[in-house]
DNA sequence: GCCAACGTTGGC
DNA sequence: GCCAACGTTGGC
């Protein structure tokens, strides 16, 4: 079991979409970044839990956690010309992206905000992915210890 | 809105 | 294969 973080404009996407969204999930298509690809097709498996990330907006931050609920499988948005993410090289007989569907979980008692993660950014989070000078892959792997130390933040009083 | 970081593209 | 130009991300 892996854990993942994934982040979400939620200008674009917010958590309380996937909250609306018809049976509570959705399928993360649109990803046309090659690292981020691999994660899903080669690493990620049902059941994985996911850190939903708020990115670009007033607090940026994690708010709740989704589930895979479905692995990787081609993106059919990229053969779509209509589509903001269509791309003309991708051929439908040798997919290059990749999609996978995540449920909707729960949503944190509190936001853990960037800024608070970066409070532990040279100790317990030293390694985290989302924290690294300036990273902005849309999707990264949360170790075990990270994932329980990011969570037992959200009973602490910040 | 600014701008640093960084992935991608394409000329050579 | 190099690398400059360009586009995007995303915090602030």
């Given amino acids: 079991m892996n854990y993942w973080?994934?982040?979400?404009?939620p200008n674009d996407?917010?958590?309380?979409?996937l909250r609306k969204s018809p049976s509570r999930k959705t399928h993360w298509d649109g990803v046309r970044n090659y690292q981020a690809r691999n994660f899903m097709r080669d690493?990620?498996?049902k059941d994985d839990l996911v850190f939903f990330y708020h990115s670009n907006c007033a607090e940026p931050g994690i708010i709740g956690i989704a589930r895979i609920i479905k692995e990787a499988y081609p993106d059919h948005t990229a053969y779509d010309p209509q589509d903001k993410h269509y791309d003309?090289?991708?051929?439908p007989q040798n997919p290059r992206w990749?999609?996978?569907d995540i449920s909707y979980e729960r949503k944190l008692k509190r936001t853990i905000t960037?800024?608070?993660l970066r409070k532990y950014s040279d100790d317990q989070l030293k390694d985290l992915t989302l924290l690294r000078?300036?990273?902005r892959l849309s999707i990264t792997e949360v170790s075990n210890d990270e994932w329980s130390f990011i969570?037992?933040?959200e009973h602490s009083d910040d």
């Fill in 88 to 91: 003309q090289k991708s051929d």
């Fill in 13 to 17: 996407f917010s958590f309380e979409d």
């Fill in 151 to 153: 969570l037992s933040l």
């Fill in 114 to 116: 960037l800024s608070e």
């Fill in 43 to 45: 690493k990620m498996k």
């Fill in 5 to 9: 973080l994934m982040k979400s404009e």
């Fill in 133 to 135: 000078r300036g990273n």
């Fill in 98 to 100: 990749f999609m996978v």
